[in-house]
């Protein structure tokens, strides 16, 4: 990736925060859009200047938010469905329900 091709990827991805960290040689980076790195602000995921030379924009991104970016699913009424095509309210009441386990008798 050139110097022109990161800065096109940052203005694209404005939800990307970063920070050049010369002695280490690399750049963390913190997508601000997942709890991960929004509830503690000493997160961050590393990436060496020579990483980033030789990736794209795409796997940078994969880079960033791997193993973060979940795609949360349930089943309510017999059929599955995306928790983020779900408008605020809804969401809410699945934060609010209660879990419990039922033990085989």
């Known amino acids: ?3 022109h091709e990161f800065a096109e990827f940052l ?3 404005k ?8 002695d280490h040689q690399q750049i963390c980076f913190r997508n601000v ?9 000493q997160r ?7 990483k980033i030379d030789d990736m794209t924009s795409e ?3 994969i880079e ?6 979940v795609e949360g699913i349930t089943r309510i009424t017999g059929y599955f469905t995306k928790i983020t095509s779900w408008n605020p ?4 009441e699945l934060m609010d329900r209660k879990r419990f386990s039922v033990a085989k008798a």
């Open 1 to 3: 990736m050139t110097k």
């Open 11 to 13: 203005e694209k991805n």
């Open 15 to 22: 939800n990307i925060e970063w920070q050049d960290d010369v």
């Open 33 to 41: 859009y997942l709890d991960w790195y929004r509830n503690d602000e």
């Open 44 to 50: 961050c995921t590393a990436v060496k200047y020579w």
């Open 59 to 61: 796997e940078l991104l």
């Open 64 to 69: 960033i938010n791997r193993g973060l970016m």
């Open 89 to 92: 309210g809804k969401r809410g």
